[in-house]
């Protein structure tokens, strides 16, 4: 049921007493009539009607009788009151809807054999139900289809006026990006302004869309909706992990459509915090990379310098030589491998298994390490859980976010929206300290631009005012005393005013997000890219774990902190063990008890497996150290591909080129492909059976929507196949017969998409560990002014819509955010320098310096530029500058300092 | 047995009035119009509403009728209709089948797709001669089809008209569907504060 949400969770609101078809009802009270009939099970047809926002009452379709009342009521605008007497059928009722109908068709076209939406229109399914076949004055619009939008066509002929899709964006997205505009005496739905659309291109307008007004750009007249196999899996472009409808039709994907559909208008309104059902533009309209033709279909084996197809009974017979040959010869320690975070679940569990039993090395990493590592480290540390302890619920109903480092809006849209509804329905607070003028920067309360890279600081600085203005939780303070008293301490080094000043804030502005955080009842933290990819990431993330010590919100009910990851299972590929020190669970891969468990659960119980010894684990950096050095003679890359992604002064290059043997598994022919000895088509998770691990910790299921692209395997297979050439006896068939080992050796693993809510403990961490660490975590000078010769700050992230190097082989993503090569700097700075968009402009680091045009944008703040980290074209990760975090080793280069002049 | 009756016997016998009989029913036939014709050399006339070989058909003015709706494929009972419909890049926004295949094997001839076109772009024509010795021929795609349109457009209106899916008057001529303009420009200004 639909009930509109008290804006405090806490309050109860006053139940009333009405009578509904004779039988009398309880429902609490401000609440719409149409909400209280729809949860006695009655439906009521109702077009302009959808759980997620308020009633908009245009359709006239939701007549009821009321007693004491001559003409029907809409009941989706009226309050339901107590006493209410409601009669919801009857003859009179279905004849003033069926005049509702012919009202919306007589000036609806009937050209449902050329729209989209035939067989999926609620129009149509009305004039069915009510037997409409005679229309005395219908009359056509002939307004012409506005095509100028890059995604979504408006055919405002076909338009009923319910005015859904204005209201999604404006209520639910909060981006208010379409408009009604009356012209040729029609009520129109436009983009603001009639102007091209341009927005987040989410898709919700056109989910919603009772009739075929929107359309999808993509799919246009391809398909009809019955003809279509329709698929529901988890998308996976980011770590929120929505739900997803692949319609494909035999080898082609068509579509991409979300569960948010006008056909689920049904729901509790408070049901929205755990997600809205929508999809944003990368989910919705980045699917061509499944079946694009740029896709590896054979396996590939470099014969003379060349990389020449070959079968696959051939490339595995000399793939699992050449690899036997490497191990007999150098042993298992020159060995190694990299997964990406993109895998499913059981394909990560199966790489770390073949790493450490069937190869014996424990030389393994995943794309997790590129940040989400620094994260699950320090809560870990701290807190002795290993995810983020607010669930998308605990974050909508918060009083207090607080947003650190994160354009949450662009980088994890879906879950951007969970603060919005914060903002918008529960009145929540939000404080965004982020280098830039992002979009949940400007909805927030507290807007808080930093220098870029001055995140860190921030937090530190938060810290010193939380403090100095006694806003600490007496409480839980007073249960470590030692703790407080060390961090006192150490915050005793950090001055305001100093912090203020390198950050580019105010003392004021520190002390207002200080309080706002400290006071809520329920405040949470999110941690984005610009905290845990950033030098420093893993102490920042102590650092704001200490904050919410302080203001007493761990473990507290409403309060928590979260993260938001790129890749869609970074989580997953932690919890199971991807990573040289943990162990499926996470464990430590140390810890003696649970070796020994697995070596048994590996092996059997009388001749356990032997896992490599702890000391020899090797993480990404140092795995290509060790390539370098020729230590490591032979590569497993799984859907990695680190010769685009790491800067060039890593020299993976120089690395790669040593090795004996490169092996490449990846469903492209990546730049570190075409170095590879050996590559393996590998399939999209589209065409593969598993479940993956969401930032939440929900596990959720992938399911296969196509059969494999030409001769590719998924993983999993292929890692089995690669397992038994080597020796081993693996006896999977399918991802269902590695699942039921996890479930094994996990159990309560598999959480069925409904995590348990962890709080966390700190308690042995601040009685044992706290106090030797805390004082180097507060030096407020490491992260000063910008050398003089280098004033600019350079960015790499991500923008919304790519994620990764996936997308770019989407060219329905490509389309919207080609590759413009140019870097984005501030009005402010163009202005100063003289610049124009695309003049050109050298851009100097300490790595060295290249050309390229300038992209004015009003969002960057002045002293920073920012270049999209997906296209390498031209190559500017090669001026990063790498760091390693000394605790989690977490390489870090998304952020340098450099010298821009006019070229 | 009578005499009467001996005699009469008698005289059928040398008169051979059986043969005179059965002679009488093969001078009839001389001189009547024969049933059976001379199949290859001559055709049968055929009734309009005859539901023979499916056909694709135009307008008058030579454009295709058929919109890509699908609809004959969703109408169509033993699943032997498959189109792939897309957009005209060139008319932006007209839809139209890129792919049209009937697998005249499989047909059974019920005529629902027929019923279902909202365009009237199928019709049945009087073609039924299209035995082959190569199976694979009777998978009718849309050249074929347009083919067996065009040739026999007259059979397969009247098809339309017989089955009253089409009147056969001059205004009904006149029918065609007619898809929505597209616009490249606004129709009216945007407002000053969005320029």
């Given at each position: 049921?639909?009930?509109?949400?008290?804006?405090?969770?806490?309050a109860?609101?006053?139940?009333i007493?009405?009578t509904?078809?004779?039988?009398?009802?309880?429902?609490?009270?401000?609440?719409?009539?149409?909400?209280v009939?729809?949860?006695?099970?009655?439906?009521i047809?109702a077009?302009c009607?959808?759980y997620?926002?308020?009633?908009?009452?245009?359709c006239?379709?939701?007549?009821?009788?009321?007693?004491?009342?001559?003409?029907?009521?809409r009941?989706c605008?009226?309050?339901?009151?107590?006493g209410?007497?409601?009669?919801t059928?009857?003859?009179?009722?279905?004849?003033?809807?069926?005049?509702a109908?012919?009202?919306?068709?007589?000036?609806?076209?009937?050209?449902?054999?050329?729209?989209?939406?035939?067989?999926?229109?609620?129009?149509?399914d009305?004039?069915?139900?009510?037997?409409v076949?005679?229309?005395?004055?219908?009359k056509q619009?002939l307004?012409?289809?506005d095509?100028?939008?890059?995604?979504?066509?408006?055919?405002?002929?076909r338009?009923i006026?319910?005015?859904?899709?204005i209201?999604i964006c404006k209520?639910?997205?909060?981006i208010?990006a379409?408009?009604f505009?009356?012209?040729?005496?029609?009520?129109?739905?436009?983009?603001?302004g009639?102007?091209?659309?341009?927005?987040e291109?989410?898709?919700?307008?056109?989910?919603v869309?009772?009739?075929?007004a929107?359309?999808?750009?993509?799919s246009?007249?391809l398909?009809?909706?019955?003809?279509m196999k329709k698929?529901?899996?988890?998308?996976n472009?980011?770590?929120?992990?929505?739900q997803?409808d692949?319609?494909?039709?035999?080898?082609h994907?068509?579509?991409?459509?979300?569960?948010l559909?006008?056909?689920n208008k049904?729901?509790?309104?408070?049901?929205?915090?755990?997600g809205?059902?929508?999809?944003?533009?990368?989910?919705?309209?980045?699917?061509?990379?499944i079946?694009?033709?740029?896709?590896?279909?054979?396996?590939?084996i470099?014969?003379?310098q060349?990389l020449?197809?070959?079968?696959?009974l051939?490339t595995?017979?000399?793939?699992v030589?050449?690899?036997q040959?490497?191990k007999?010869?150098?042993?298992?320690?020159a060995?190694a491998?990299?997964?990406t975070?993109?895998?499913?679940?059981?394909?990560?569990?199966?790489?770390?298994?073949?790493?450490r039993?069937v190869v014996?090395t424990?030389?393994?990493?995943?794309?997790a390490?590129y940040?989400h590592?620094?994260?699950?480290?320090?809560?870990r540390d701290?807190l002795?859980?290993?995810?983020?302890?607010a669930?998308?619920?605990?974050?909508?109903?918060?009083k207090?976010?607080?947003?650190?480092?994160?354009?949450?809006t662009?980088?994890?849209?879906v879950?951007?929206?969970?603060v919005?509804?914060a903002?918008?329905?529960?009145?929540?607070?939000?404080?965004?300290v982020?280098?830039a003028?992002?979009n949940i920067?400007?909805?927030?309360?507290?807007?808080?631009?930093v220098?870029?890279?001055t995140e860190g600081?921030?937090?530190?600085g938060?810290?010193k005012?939380v403090?100095?203005?006694?806003?600490?939780d007496?409480?839980?303070?007073?249960?470590?005393?030692a703790?407080?008293a060390?961090?006192?301490?150490?915050?005793?080094?950090?001055?305001?005013?100093r912090?203020?000043?390198?950050?580019?804030?105010?003392?004021?502005?520190?002390?207002d997000?200080a309080?706002l955080?400290?006071?809520?009842?329920r405040a949470v933290?999110?941690?984005?890219e610009?905290?845990?990819?950033?030098?420093?990431?893993?102490?920042?993330v102590?650092n704001?774990?200490?904050?919410a010590?302080?203001t007493?919100k761990?473990?507290?009910?409403?309060?928590?902190?979260?993260?938001?990851?790129?890749?869609?299972n970074?989580?997953?590929a932690?919890?199971l063990?991807?990573a040289?020190e943990?162990l499926?669970?996470p464990v430590p891969?140390g810890?003696?008890?649970?070796?020994a468990?697995f070596?048994?659960?590996?092996?059997?119980a009388?001749?356990p497996?032997?896992?490599?010894?702890s000391?020899?684990?090797?993480?990404?950096?140092?795995i290509?150290d060790?390539?370098?050095t020729?230590?490591?003679k032979?590569?497993?890359l799984?859907?990695?591909?680190?010769?685009?992604?790491?800067p060039?002064s890593?020299?993976?290059?120089?690395?790669?080129?040593?090795?004996?043997?490169?092996?490449?598994q990846d469903?492209?022919?990546?730049?570190?492909?075409?170095?590879?000895?050996?590559?393996l088509?590998?399939c999209t998770?589209?065409?593969?059976d598993?479940?993956?691990?969401?930032?939440?910790?929900k596990?959720q299921?992938?399911?296969?929507?196509?059969d494999?692209?030409?001769e590719s395997?998924?993983?999993?297979?292929?890692m089995?196949?690669l397992?038994?050439?080597?020796?081993?006896?693996?006896?999977?068939?399918?991802?269902?017969?590695?699942q039921?080992?996890i479930?094994?050796?996990l159990p309560g693993y598999?959480n069925?998409?409904?995590p348990k809510?962890l709080?966390?403990?700190?308690d042995?961490?601040?009685a044992n560990?706290?106090a030797g660490?805390?004082?180097?975590?507060?030096?407020?000078?490491?992260?000063?002014?910008?050398p003089?010769?280098?004033?600019?700050?350079?960015?790499m992230?991500?923008?919304?819509?790519h994620s990764?190097?996936?997308?770019?082989q989407?060219?329905?993503?490509?389309?919207?955010?080609?590759?413009?090569?140019?870097?984005?700097?501030?009005?402010?700075d163009?202005?100063?320098?003289?610049?124009?968009?695309?003049?050109?402009?050298?851009?100097t680091?300490?790595?060295g310096s290249l050309?390229?045009?300038?992209?004015?944008?009003?969002?960057?703040?002045?002293?920073s530029?920012?270049?999209?980290?997906?296209?390498?074209e031209?190559p500017?990760?090669?001026?990063?500058?790498v760091?390693?975090?000394p605790?989690?080793?977490?390489p870090?280069f998304?952020?340098?300092q450099?010298?821009?002049e006019?070229? | 047995?009578?005499?009467?009756?001996?005699?009469?016997?008698?005289?059928?016998?040398?008169?051979f009035?059986?043969?005179?009989?059965?002679?009488?029913?093969?001078f009839?036939?001389?001189?009547?119009?024969?049933?059976t014709?001379?199949?290859p050399?001559?055709?049968?006339h055929?009734p309009?509403?005859?539901?023979g070989a499916?056909?694709l058909?135009?307008y008058?003015?030579g454009?295709?009728?058929?919109?890509?709706c699908?609809?004959?494929e969703?109408?169509?009972?033993?699943?032997c209709i498959k189109?792939?419909s897309?957009?005209?890049?060139?008319l932006?926004?007209?839809?139209?089948?890129?792919?049209?295949?009937?697998?005249?094997?499989?047909?059974v001839?019920?005529g629902y797709?027929?019923?279902a076109?909202?365009?009237n772009?199928?019709?049945m024509?009087?073609?039924?001669?299209?035995?082959?010795?190569?199976?694979?021929?009777?998978l009718?795609?849309?050249?074929r089809?347009?083919?067996?349109?065009d040739?026999?457009?007259d059979?397969?209106?009247?098809?339309?008209?017989?089955?009253?899916q089409?009147?056969e008057t001059?205004s009904?001529?006149?029918?065609?569907?007619?898809?929505?303009?597209s616009v490249?420009?606004?129709?009216?200004?945007?407002?000053?504060?969005?320029?």
């Amino acid at each position: 049921m639909a009930l509109k949400p008290a804006t405090n969770p806490e309050a109860e609101a006053v139940t009333i007493e009405l009578t509904i078809d004779g039988t009398p009802v309880t429902a609490r009270d401000g609440v719409s009539l149409y909400d209280v009939i729809a949860s006695t099970g009655k439906i009521i047809p109702a077009m302009c009607y959808h759980y997620t926002f308020d009633p908009f009452g245009s359709c006239g379709m939701c007549l009821v009788m009321q007693e004491g009342k001559k003409a029907p009521v809409r009941s989706c605008t009226a309050k339901a009151a107590a006493g209410m007497v409601i009669r919801t059928d009857g003859d009179d009722l279905f004849a003033a809807r069926k005049k509702a109908v012919e009202k919306h068709l007589s000036v609806h076209p009937l050209d449902c054999p050329v729209c989209d939406a035939d067989g999926h229109c609620e129009l149509q399914d009305m004039a069915f139900l009510h037997g409409v076949t005679n229309l005395a004055n219908a009359k056509q619009k002939l307004i012409p289809e506005d095509t100028r939008s890059l995604v979504l066509d408006f055919n405002m002929n076909r338009c009923i006026a319910c005015g859904e899709c204005i209201n999604i964006c404006k209520d639910v997205q909060m981006i208010d990006a379409l408009q009604f505009m009356k012209k040729g005496g029609f009520n129109q739905v436009v983009a603001k302004g009639d102007l091209p659309l341009q927005c987040e291109f989410c898709g919700d307008c056109l989910a919603v869309c009772p009739v075929g007004a929107i359309t999808n750009k993509y799919s246009k007249y391809l398909y009809k909706p019955w003809q279509m196999k329709k698929t529901r899996t988890t998308c996976n472009y980011c770590g929120d992990g929505c739900q997803m409808d692949v319609e494909t039709k035999d080898t082609h994907v068509v579509r991409v459509t979300s569960p948010l559909s006008w056909k689920n208008k049904w729901g509790d309104r408070t049901e929205t915090a755990k997600g809205h059902g929508g999809l944003c533009v990368r989910g919705r309209f980045g699917f061509q990379f499944i079946d694009s033709k740029t896709r590896l279909t054979r396996p590939l084996i470099r014969k003379e310098q060349d990389l020449v197809p070959a079968p696959w009974l051939e490339t595995m017979h000399e793939l699992v030589d050449r690899l036997q040959a490497v191990k007999a010869r150098f042993g298992p320690q020159a060995i190694a491998g990299l997964i990406t975070a993109r895998c499913t679940n059981e394909e990560l569990y199966l790489f770390q298994k073949l790493m450490r039993t069937v190869v014996g090395t424990n030389q393994l990493d995943s794309s997790a390490r590129y940040g989400h590592a620094n994260f699950v480290h320090a809560m870990r540390d701290a807190l002795d859980v290993s995810r983020m302890t607010a669930d998308s619920e605990t974050i909508t109903k918060a009083k207090a976010i607080l947003v650190v480092g994160s354009n949450i809006t662009e980088t994890n849209p879906v879950a951007s929206l969970r603060v919005k509804e914060a903002i918008r329905v529960y009145k929540a607070q939000v404080a965004v300290v982020d280098s830039a003028h992002t979009n949940i920067a400007k909805l927030s309360s507290h807007p808080t631009p930093v220098k870029p890279g001055t995140e860190g600081l921030f937090v530190q600085g938060l810290l010193k005012a939380v403090i100095e203005r006694d806003l600490v939780d007496t409480e839980a303070v007073g249960q470590h005393p030692a703790a407080f008293a060390a961090l006192k301490q150490a915050v005793g080094a950090v001055s305001l005013a100093r912090v203020a000043e390198l950050t580019g804030s105010t003392t004021d502005q520190i002390g207002d997000v200080a309080a706002l955080f400290a006071e809520a009842p329920r405040a949470v933290i999110i941690i984005g890219e610009g905290i845990v990819r950033r030098s420093g990431g893993y102490r920042d993330v102590l650092n704001l774990i200490d904050l919410a010590w302080v203001t007493g919100k761990v473990g507290r009910p409403g309060c928590g902190i979260a993260t938001v990851v790129e890749e869609a299972n970074e989580q997953g590929a932690l919890d199971l063990g991807v990573a040289p020190e943990f162990l499926p669970g996470p464990v430590p891969f140390g810890d003696e008890n649970a070796r020994a468990r697995f070596a048994t659960a590996w092996g059997t119980a009388d001749q356990p497996v032997r896992l490599p010894d702890s000391g020899q684990g090797a993480t990404l950096t140092d795995i290509l150290d060790r390539c370098r050095t020729g230590q490591i003679k032979a590569l497993y890359l799984i859907g990695e591909n680190p010769l685009e992604t790491l800067p060039a002064s890593v020299n993976v290059k120089e690395a790669l080129d040593k090795l004996d043997l490169l092996i490449c598994q990846d469903p492209f022919l990546t730049e570190t492909g075409k170095l590879a000895h050996f590559v393996l088509p590998a399939c999209t998770f589209a065409e593969k059976d598993g479940t993956v691990t969401n930032q939440e910790g929900k596990v959720q299921r992938v399911r296969a929507s196509l059969d494999p692209i030409g001769e590719s395997f998924p993983d999993w297979h292929i890692m089995t196949a690669l397992a038994s050439g080597l020796g081993a006896s693996w006896e999977y068939e399918s991802a269902q017969d590695i699942q039921n080992e996890i479930m094994k050796l996990l159990p309560g693993y598999y959480n069925l998409g409904q995590p348990k809510r962890l709080a966390g403990s700190p308690d042995s961490y601040l009685a044992n560990r706290f106090a030797g660490g805390v004082t180097k975590r507060y030096t407020a000078a490491d992260a000063g002014n910008p050398p003089a010769d280098k004033p600019f700050r350079l960015i790499m992230g991500q923008v919304l819509y790519h994620s990764g190097k996936l997308s770019t082989q989407a060219s329905g993503l490509i389309n919207l955010a080609p590759n413009t090569g140019r870097v984005h700097m501030s009005l402010e700075d163009c202005e100063r320098m003289g610049l124009k968009e695309g003049a050109l402009v050298r851009i100097t680091s300490a790595k060295g310096s290249l050309v390229m045009g300038v992209l004015p944008s009003a969002l960057l703040l002045p002293g920073s530029c920012f270049v999209p980290e997906h296209f390498n074209e031209p190559p500017v990760k090669d001026l990063m500058t790498v760091d390693v975090d000394p605790v989690t080793k977490v390489p870090t280069f998304k952020l340098t300092q450099v010298f821009v002049e006019k070229a | 047995m009578g005499v009467g009756t001996l005699t009469k016997k008698v005289l059928h016998a040398i008169l051979f009035d059986e043969i005179w009989d059965a002679m009488k029913v093969t001078f009839k036939h001389m001189f009547h119009k024969p049933i059976t014709f001379q199949y290859p050399r001559e055709q049968r006339h055929i009734p309009d509403t005859h539901r023979g070989a499916l056909a694709l058909l135009r307008y008058d003015d030579g454009k295709e009728r058929c919109v890509g709706c699908d609809l004959c494929e969703a109408a169509c009972p033993s699943r032997c209709i498959k189109v792939i419909s897309a957009e005209d890049k060139s008319l932006p926004l007209q839809r139209y089948a890129k792919e049209f295949y009937i697998d005249i094997t499989k047909c059974v001839f019920c005529g629902y797709c027929v019923e279902a076109c909202p365009v009237n772009a199928l019709a049945m024509t009087k073609l039924y001669e299209f035995s082959t010795h190569d199976k694979r021929t009777l998978l009718f795609d849309k050249r074929r089809l347009y083919e067996i349109g065009d040739k026999f457009l007259d059979d397969g209106k009247r098809y339309l008209y017989a089955h009253g899916q089409e009147k056969e008057t001059e205004s009904s001529r006149e029918y065609r569907y007619f898809f929505p303009q597209s616009v490249v420009k606004g129709t009216q200004p945007p407002p000053k504060h969005l320029t």
